[in-house]
């Protein structure tokens, strides 16, 4: 009697920094709704297609650099992970999303994040450090000498914003925000997203917000 073999999943498959590969999934479905082909995507990625439906699955964070960079050259966009945080809806990132999303304010919802942001990327990490009257929020790598690309960068800060908007149920306007890489080109494209102009080669990347918007209370708390 024939049995069935369930495929190895991509953590046991291959070494080194590993990432959920939902976002795999997301930067996949964000660049198909924008007219690029899916396979030919996945392929030059070397993305496995088994992790579009996986919620468990994992891919190496070389994959998923490779997704970004490639899906900003096939949609033609250079700021694609900047303009890709717009397309985040609730569940996009499962547990994690679910956690952050039903704090009961916003400085809950960031604390989450920095602590269980391990469920889905290796290496990333958020810290919240208080300045003054506002608050830092530092994305980095937490291995020295790695930082994340310019694409994963731009996004997940810009990703901050959209969540923030969403689960505290009005518009976040930043302070500040730094990128710890140099300016790819014109910058009204941050402004838009942002409200304000990056500062940029920064030694983190980082968002800040004022502390009492932290306080603001999440609507969905559980």
Known sequence: MPTSRRRPSTKSRASGPQVSARIGAFIVQVAAARGV???????????????LDDAEARMPLAVEERLWDRAAALAGDPLFGLHAAAAIRPGAFDVLDYAVRTAPDLRAALQRLARYNRLVHDLA??????????????????????????????????????????????????????LAHAAPGPVAAYRSVFGVTPRFGAPVSCLVLAAEVLDRPVPAAD
């Open 37 to 51: 082909d899916a396979g030919r995507l996945m392929a030059e990625a070397g993305f496995d297609p088994g992790g």
């Open 125 to 178: 990490s958020f810290q919240i450090v208080p300045d003054g009257e506002a608050v830092r929020i530092e994305h980095r790598f937490d291995t020295a000498g790695a930082r994340p690309c310019r694409q994963a960068s731009e996004f997940t800060l810009a990703a901050l914003v959209v969540m923030a908007a969403q689960i505290g149920g009005g518009p976040v306007q930043p302070l500040a925000v730094e």
